[in-house]
């Protein structure tokens, strides 16, 4: 993976740092993307101070203009992009009566339309030159039912079956494209779904009230344990590997 250029979303959550990190470290030249621009910049300082090569680049992939501008500036900087991160994402917490087209509306423009976008953006440049890799973190809520998490699940439900797609079309390209489906990770976005310590118990052992089992491995995710899944799905390790969902949850969806 040396000198390969990669463009990853999201690069300033926890999940989006871990990958720039694995991949910076084989050498990979990143370019990390997020909104949170004063994040994205204490990321990238810090991982160019050790020694990794990480440009911070701030967009939006809710807007298609910020993400062209963005894989544009990223392959002026870099070179022509080998691979493409997809881990921008929300989470909106409700029942699905009391959810407002807002929420709705949101949840769609980052989990699943920002991928679309991103996507579109980088198979175009992919396919001229016939090669590529893409990989779109997803989530075993994709195929498992969630209580309160219904816009959540659905985007990357729809995420998920794009990303497939995309595949479908791009390989007569030689383009791969695959998901990595984290469950519960030890992120920002998992502890704010936490009201109390019950929380974290909750998520190991289940909620039966929820219908909700629990992580038969009996611990949370390490965003680099989802990271080290990334870095296989676009490596030449995994070359005849395309359309393929691989889970990081622990168990906790069962195996579906």
């Known amino acids: 993976m040396q000198n390969k250029v990669a463009l990853i979303t999201g690069a300033a959550g926890g999940i989006g740092a871990a990958v720039a990190r694995a991949l910076a470290a ?21 991982l160019t101070a050790e020694g990794l090569s990480v440009v911070a680049i701030p967009a939006d992939v809710t807007d298609s203009a910020s993400v062209e501008e963005a894989v544009d500036t990223a392959e002026r900087r870099l070179g022509p992009l080998d691979y493409l991160v997809n881990t921008a994402g929300v989470l909106r917490l409700g029942e699905v009566r009391d959810f407002t087209d807002e929420d709705w509306h949101s949840t769609f423009s980052v989990n699943a339309d920002g991928v679309f976008r ?4 980088v198979v175009n440049r992919m396919i001229p030159r016939r090669s590529g ?28 079956l794009f990303t497939k797609s995309l595949g479908l079309e791009v390989a007569r390209y030689g383009i791969r494209c695959n998901l990595v489906a984290p469950g519960s990770t030890d992120t920002p976005m ?28 009996g611990k949370l995710a390490e965003p680099e344990d989802v990271a080290h899944a990334v870095v296989f799905l676009l490596s030449d390790e995994a070359g005849h590997i395309t359309l393929h969902d691989l889970t990081v949850d622990g168990g906790a969806g069962l195996g579906a």
């Open 26 to 46: 084989r050498g990979v030249l990143v370019a990390a993307v997020d909104r949170d621009a004063g994040r994205l910049a204490e990321l990238a300082g810090k």
């Open 118 to 121: 991103v996507s579109r953006a």
């Open 190 to 217: 998992l502890s704010s779904m936490w009201h109390d310590e019950s929380g974290r118990a909750g998520t190991l052992e289940g909620r039966p009230d929820a219908y909700r089992v629990g992580i038969p491995l």
């Open 133 to 160: 890799a893409i990989v779109t973190v997803a989530s075993n809520a994709a195929t498992t039912p969630r209580s309160e998490m219904a816009a959540y699940a659905a985007s990357k439900a729809a995420a998920t």
